[in-house]
């Protein structure tokens, strides 16, 4: 018996779609890192327009959306394994991040955003009195 469609198919693409593969990611790919007083994020965005990249944050949110239009005007297309649309990825941050001194730089496809830890967030010396006047400093 021959069948003209497999649903299990059908499935299967349909869940490639929404999760993604190792060959088109539902998601642009990340690492993140604590570098001195800094937390470091760079994410993969590849052949992205710089212009089309936005960054927001609200509140402890930061949002990276790119988009990497649909190819137009291709005759026949012999392979399509690049993802294409809009991109979108949301970090959470903690409380310890200044999130008013945010910097992006995207080179050479990686986009870097580089969040400062706040001065309230530093370890600081802590001044103890004790005693009639005699003050020494430890650490917090």
Do not use: C
């Amino acid at each position: 018996m021959l069948m003209r469609t497999d649903p299990f198919r059908e499935i299967d693409r349909l869940t490639q779609q929404v999760f993604g593969t190792a060959a088109r990611p539902a998601a642009m790919p990340m690492d993140a890192w604590r570098e001195g007083d800094a937390f470091v994020v760079e994410l993969d965005l590849p052949g992205v327009d710089p212009g089309s990249i936005d960054i927001d944050v609200e509140r402890n949110v930061l949002t990276v959306r790119a988009d990497r239009p649909a190819r137009e005007g291709v005759a026949e297309l012999i392979a399509a394994e690049r993802p294409r649309g809009v991109f979108s990825r949301q970090l959470i941050l903690g409380d310890t991040l200044d999130t008013d001194a945010v910097q992006a730089r995207y080179t050479d496809g990686v986009l870097r955003v580089t969040i400062p830890v706040s001065e309230r967030a530093k370890p600081r010396k802590v001044e103890i009195q004790h005693g009639e006047g005699s003050n020494r400093a430890i650490s917090a």
